[in-house]
């Protein structure tokens, strides 16, 4: 089965709104990793949080290890928040293998 | 100025040939990835390489040989290619944990 689930799948947000994106994944992980993705774009790094809580501007990822679950929230969200966000796991036996949720697909209405 | 650097940007090959994608980075990281992104699948591991050694081959393909000249470089030469193969080819490194991305190589097969 898919290791790591992401949902939504995707979202529409009205500008200035909140949202929460999860991620769960299958095995234990020991490094967890946000990316964002601009359709042809690359993959940037949003937050590296293996556990706890992080933040970053208006982002804040929560990730409770033992749960196997990560979140993150944006707050305020701007039109160019839209994009891709993506949950990447490293199993503990992976080495630094990232695996891949498929995404939550964000568009952000002005 | 860039720190990982991909080249070319876009690549189209005709089925059957061989093809060389470069990847550079100067962000003094010791570990180096290669990752796909096609249409039918989410982004998925190919290579890890550590202190330009192999360390994970998850590419079921031998059509795919990492080749890393210097430390800092790792390429990804394909042959005999398929239109399978067309795809987003990005590289990544790391020092620790914290993955990196490049923009990518999208290579179209015809």
């Known amino acids: 089965g898919q290791q790591v689930q992401q949902s939504p799948a995707s979202l529409v947000l009205q500008e200035g709104e909140n949202a929460e994106l999860q991620c769960n994944f299958s095995?234990?992980?020991?490094?967890l990793q946000w990316f964002y993705q601009r359709p042809g774009g690359s993959l940037v790094s949003l937050l590296y949080n293996p556990s706890g809580t992080k933040h970053t501007g208006r982002l804040t990822s929560t990730t409770v290890t033992k749960e196997r679950r990560s979140s993150l929230h944006i707050s305020s969200s701007q039109t160019t928040d839209s994009g891709t966000y993506f949950c990447?796991?490293?199993?503990?036996?992976?080495?630094?293998?990232?695996?891949f949720g498929i995404g939550t697909r964000v568009l952000v209405r002005p | 100025d860039p720190k990982i650097i991909q080249k070319p940007k876009y690549l189209v090959a005709v089925t059957g040939s061989e093809k060389i994608l470069i990847c550079e980075q100067y962000?003094?990281?010791?570990?180096m990835y290669w990752y796909r992104q096609s249409a039918k699948k989410p982004l998925e591991f190919m290579f890890s390489?550590?202190?330009?050694?192999?360390?994970d081959n998850q590419t079921a393909s031998s059509r795919f040989q990492p080749q890393s000249s210097k430390k800092n470089h790792l390429d990804l030469q394909i042959t005999a290619l398929k239109p399978d193969d067309s795809a987003t080819y990005f590289c990544a490194s790391s020092q620790d944990a914290e993955q990196f991305f490049g923009p990518g190589t999208r290579l179209t097969v015809l």
């Open positions: 390489y550590s202190y330009q050694k192999l360390m």
């Open positions: 095995s234990t992980a020991t490094r």
């Open positions: 962000l003094g990281h010791n570990a």
């Open positions: 990447a796991m490293e199993r503990s036996s992976a080495g630094n293998k990232l695996t």
